[in-house]
């Protein structure tokens, strides 16, 4: 019998791969919330905060991992069917997310692995996205970026039932070290944008845990989409079309999507051109918008954010990511901040570049 035949004869299942090492950051949205489902802008930083995942296959179909920030591990079939229905009910909660990715790319064999994480939990910093992202990988995602987002885009909306954007996943997959990204949702493109040695990004903890399903995020997203509904993305639109929205309350709506990515475009160029104050000043423009118009601010962040603005060397502040509680982002001079004054936690973050995975 020849090498080939040998191989031939084997059962492709029983053929277990080498175990794996995933990472995969968080990350910081700097400006432009609420614009990615909106065909929009936004400018997106992977941090060197993340999630790792080892994983080692085996000829099992079962997939158990286990967390060091958890006290329940996942256990899931390598068959289960990609359904909210099904993924919402298994337990604890934060192995739907496993269940999500394992159900997205239906992996020919199990294995047990070990997750670690640095981000924390319900914060905006996208702890849910680089959890699936870093399993996707460590399971044997083989492919281009843009499919993986979507593969991990797809996963995580089964297990929470909620349609998000793909911002997230987008950033963590395809970021570059030392630079955000321009992102334009229209297309998908990203450009790296270099950030400036003298700009210090503080990520700081409001103490409010959030959990994306169980706040208005899917209600701000079907306003948006009443308000689009003759006018087109919100995204692509300019300040005077939403004068002629009926509903108070759906352009306002639209006038932050409309604002806030002019305010992106010109946080790109103040980035490039070095003007931090400018970069400051948009920052917390984006703040009162998302406060004001777009309501997914909450008191403690708006006092979080007012606090940050009175300490000397804070250039910006504003919520970042979805809102209704999690972090606040800072754009300081170098060291302004003492972080021991911010008991929820507080992170001076670098820009990182993107997912990895190699050999365990
Ligand atoms: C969450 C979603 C993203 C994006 C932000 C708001 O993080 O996952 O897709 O919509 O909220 O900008």
Redesign the pocket.
């Known amino acids: 019998m020849t090498t080939g035949e040998q191989a031939h004869d084997r059962a492709p299942e029983l053929r277990v791969p080498p175990p794996r090492r995933s990472h995969c950051p968080g990350r910081v ?1 700097l400006i432009g ?5 909106n065909s929009g802008l ?1 400018m997106p930083m992977a941090i060197d905060l993340g999630t790792d995942v080892v994983f080692e296959p085996d000829s099992s179909h079962l997939v158990v991992l286990r967390s060091d920030v958890e006290d329940d591990h996942a256990e899931v079939h390598v068959r289960i069917p990609l359904e909210h229905d099904v993924l919402s009910t298994i337990r604890p909660p934060w192995a739907r997310y496993v269940a999500g990715i394992v159900a997205a790319l239906r992996p020919r064999t199990g294995g047990w692995g070990q997750v670690t994480t640095t981000l924390p939990v319900g914060a ?1 910093l ?1 702890s849910s996205a680089a959890l699936c992202v870093s399993v996707a990988l460590a399971l044997g995602f083989e492919g281009p970026t843009s499919r993986l987002a979507k593969v991990c885009q797809r996963g995580e909306e089964a297990a929470t039932g909620v349609q ?5 996943q987008l950033v963590t997959t395809s970021a570059v070290e030392g630079t955000a990204l321009f992102v334009d949702f229209a297309d998908l493109s990203a450009h790296p944008v270099g950030v400036p040695d003298d700009a210090e990004f503080v990520v700081i903890h409001s103490g409010q845990v959030r959990n ?1 399903p169980a706040t208005a ?1 899917a209600a701000r997203r079907a306003e948006c989409d009443a308000a689009s509904f003759h006018l087109g993305p919100l995204g692509h639109v300019g300040p005077e079309a939403i004068l002629g929205i009926p509903d108070p309350t759906l352009r306002r709506r639209a006038r932050h999507v409309v604002t806030e990515c002019d305010r992106v475009r010109w946080f790109a160029q103040a980035l490039v051109s070095g003007d931090l104050a400018e970069a400051g000043r948009l920052m917390t423009a984006s703040h009162q918008s998302l406060a004001s118009d777009f309501e997914v601010s909450t008191p403690v962040l708006d006092q979080l954010v007012e606090h940050l603005l009175g300490l000397p060397g804070v250039l910006g502040a504003r919520l970042t ?2 809102g209704f509680g999690g972090c606040v982002v800072a754009l300081t001079e170098p060291g302004a901040l003492d972080l021991v004054e911010f008991t929820a936690g507080a992170w001076r973050v670098r820009a990182s570049g993107a997912a990895t995975v190699g050999p365990a």
């Open positions: 949205n919330d609420h614009t990615d489902y936004a905006g996208s998000g954007g793909i911002m997230d994306l995020y990511g979805a």
